[in-house]
């Protein structure tokens, strides 16, 4: 896939509100699991935070897939 096409699929996604609420959901379900989950139960303690990170970075990774497809000005000197 060429940057462009990922630029904009991810500049749709960015705003689409199933997609963003699907991500708000998954979010909060593993946050509300974490504070029921048993101390011990250290795998699934890691899991929830894996989810819980993922939908953290998520909007990031697009916005940075946005980004680089444009057309970067080369820097000039004032």
């Not at 699991?33 to 909007?59: E, G, S, Y």
Request: proline share 4%; net charge positive.
């Amino acid at each position: 896939m060429d940057k462009e096409f990922l630029a904009k699929e991810a500049e749709r996604l960015a705003k689409d509100p199933v997609f963003l609420e699907v991500l708000t959901r998954i979010r909060s379900n593993a946050i509300e699991q974490l504070v029921k989950t048993n101390a011990d139960d250290k795998t699934l303690i890691l899991t929830l935070q894996a989810f819980a990170k993922v939908c953290d970075v998520f909007p990031a990774e697009m916005q940075a897939m946005i980004q680089s497809s444009q057309v970067r000005r080369p820097i000039k000197a004032v």
